[in-house]
């Protein structure tokens, strides 16, 4: 980057050449904020250089010769500073486990990329056994790095915009596993005296997703009112963060205790203040109800390790932490919670998500519909044969 000192009235200016995806430059005055009274000029030109040297980390030189990749990190450089971090992390990981290594031996040049070349990788992954709705989050990426380049006038269009994904199968999509009434029982019954019983309970008693479960404060809960506020969770990629906020608007809600767990809670509230107690500067002081002995929050990581881990060693089917929220849905579903109902105590933004994930009634419950039924059509006549008995009725063979 190179550029003048300048003077305008009584400033000192940087008027800096700078060039374009066509190798011309344009000139743009900036100041330096400098008085020509009373500043040398060996002050000003040091002020030219920062200035200069700050342009030319901001307006590296890309054009439609550029690789493909080497833009793609450009952008996520740029894009670090505008979203969550571990929102950033996982574009991150998308960016490093798939489309580095799928792309890395092409060297294709962004004006080389073509919208078959991202099909052919979508595609690619699609066989690889990734979900469509994977393969979107990796389309955001790429997406928004070429758009970028299509807003810096690099590309004339943005070869993304033409790829055509496939429809998500319903029949194929995945489900979580949902415990039985009674598997729920033992469930707890084995996590019983264990440090993620409190989680355990919060998962399978009020749907909650992990992030959540790790997010609650006992400031979050009202002994008093008899209610439980979903505003904070505890999430990890790489780097452990808490937010006072949630997955979204709809997963910010307030749920009513059940009055089987009012006791246990207060009894973990009790039995942590007196850690604290005994351990005094020891203790790590915190509002979260999920901690250590010791007071330290417990991570994500370890929760889905562990349960998993406990699992193995019961006779209960292996199932991950998540589920524990599918069965919560799946039990209330079964037993006559309406759709409403159960999408507001999961905090789905939509009913329809709620549908999509809990149609899958178990044996008892089709089998009480096919009772309703039988009820509605013999009429409750206990005595006399209803239409639909002499109608399939199997006559007896001569």
């Not at 919560?328 to 919670?337: E, I, P, T």
């Given at each position: 980057?190179?550029?003048?000192?300048?003077?305008?009235g009584?400033?000192?200016?940087?008027?800096?050449?700078?060039?374009?995806?066509?190798?011309?430059?344009?000139?743009?005055?900036?100041?330096?904020?400098?008085?020509v009274?009373?500043?040398?000029?060996?002050?000003?030109?040091?002020v030219?250089?920062?200035?200069?040297?700050?342009?030319?980390?901001?307006?590296?030189?890309?054009s439609?010769?550029t690789?493909f990749?080497?833009?793609?990190?450009?952008?996520?450089?740029?894009?670090?500073q505008?979203i969550r971090?571990?929102?950033?992390?996982?574009?991150q990981?998308?960016l490093e486990?798939?489309?580095r290594?799928y792309?890395?031996?092409?060297?294709?040049?962004?004006?080389?990329?073509t919208?078959?070349?991202?099909?052919?990788?979508?595609?690619?992954?699609?066989?690889?056994?990734?979900?469509?709705?994977t393969?979107?989050?990796h389309?955001?990426?790429?997406?928004?790095?070429?758009?970028?380049a299509?807003?810096k006038?690099?590309?004339?269009?943005n070869?993304?915009?033409q790829?055509?994904?496939?429809?998500?199968?319903?029949?194929?999509?995945?489900h979580g596993?949902a415990?039985?009434?009674?598997?729920?029982?033992?469930?707890?019954?084995?996590?019983?005296?264990?440090?993620?019983?409190?989680?355990v309970?919060?998962g399978?008693?009020y749907?909650?997703?992990?992030?959540?479960?790790?997010?609650?404060?006992?400031?979050?809960i009202?002994?008093d009112?008899?209610?439980?506020?979903?505003?904070?969770?505890?999430?990890?990629?790489?780097?452990?963060?808490?937010?006072?906020?949630t997955?979204?608007?709809?997963?910010?809600?307030?749920?009513?205790?059940m009055?089987?767990?009012?006791?246990?809670?207060?009894?973990?509230?009790?039995?942590?203040q007196?850690?604290q107690?005994?351990?005094?500067?020891?203790?790590?002081?915190?509002?979260h109800?999920?901690?250590?002995p010791?007071?330290?929050?417990?991570?994500?990581?370890?929760?889905?390790?562990?349960?998993?881990r406990i699992?193995t060693?019961?006779?209960?089917?292996?199932i991950?932490f998540?589920d524990?929220?599918?069965?919560a849905?799946?039990?209330?579903m079964?037993?006559g919670?309406?759709?409403?109902?159960?999408?507001?105590?999961?905090?789905?933004?939509?009913?329809?998500?709620?549908l999509?994930?809990?149609?899958?009634?178990d044996?008892?419950a089709?089998l009480?519909?096919?009772?309703?039924?039988?009820?509605?059509?013999?009429?409750?006549?206990?005595?006399?044969?209803?239409?639909l008995?002499?109608?399939?009725?199997?006559?007896?063979?001569?």
């Amino acid at each position: 980057m190179t550029g003048s000192l300048q003077t305008k009235g009584n400033k000192y200016y940087v008027v800096a050449r700078i060039p374009d995806v066509t190798g011309r430059s344009k000139s743009k005055w900036i100041s330096t904020g400098l008085d020509v009274k009373g500043t040398s000029r060996r002050e000003a030109n040091r002020v030219m250089q920062r200035i200069l040297a700050d342009l030319e980390a901001q307006n590296a030189v890309y054009s439609t010769e550029t690789p493909f990749l080497v833009w793609v990190d450009k952008w996520m450089e740029q894009k670090q500073q505008g979203i969550r971090l571990n929102t950033w992390e996982s574009y991150q990981l998308y960016l490093e486990v798939h489309i580095r290594p799928y792309f890395a031996p092409k060297k294709l040049t962004l004006n080389k990329l073509t919208a078959q070349h991202l099909q052919d990788y979508y595609n690619r992954k699609l066989r690889d056994g990734l979900a469509v709705n994977t393969l979107k989050k990796h389309h955001a990426v790429i997406r928004g790095a070429l758009r970028e380049a299509v807003k810096k006038r690099m590309l004339t269009f943005n070869p993304a915009d033409q790829v055509t994904f496939p429809r998500q199968n319903k029949q194929r999509r995945f489900h979580g596993t949902a415990y039985t009434a009674e598997q729920a029982l033992h469930l707890l019954q084995v996590f019983k005296g264990d440090v993620l019983e409190p989680t355990v309970i919060l998962g399978l008693c009020y749907g909650l997703r992990r992030s959540e479960v790790l997010g609650l404060r006992w400031s979050d809960i009202d002994f008093d009112a008899g209610t439980l506020s979903i505003q904070n969770t505890v999430t990890r990629m790489k780097t452990l963060l808490e937010h006072e906020e949630t997955k979204s608007a709809a997963s910010k809600r307030l749920l009513y205790l059940m009055s089987d767990t009012i006791p246990y809670l207060r009894r973990l509230h009790t039995e942590q203040q007196k850690h604290q107690t005994f351990l005094g500067e020891a203790y790590h002081i915190s509002d979260h109800v999920c901690v250590w002995p010791d007071g330290r929050p417990l991570s994500p990581d370890y929760v889905s390790q562990h349960f998993k881990r406990i699992l193995t060693k019961s006779d209960l089917q292996p199932i991950r932490f998540h589920d524990l929220r599918h069965t919560a849905g799946s039990l209330l579903m079964n037993n006559g919670v309406t759709i409403k109902q159960v999408q507001e105590f999961l905090g789905h933004e939509k009913a329809s998500t709620t549908l999509d994930i809990y149609t899958h009634i178990d044996k008892e419950a089709k089998l009480g519909t096919a009772r309703s039924m039988e009820l509605v059509l013999h009429g409750h006549q206990d005595e006399e044969r209803s239409m639909l008995e002499e109608t399939l009725e199997i006559p007896d063979m001569p």
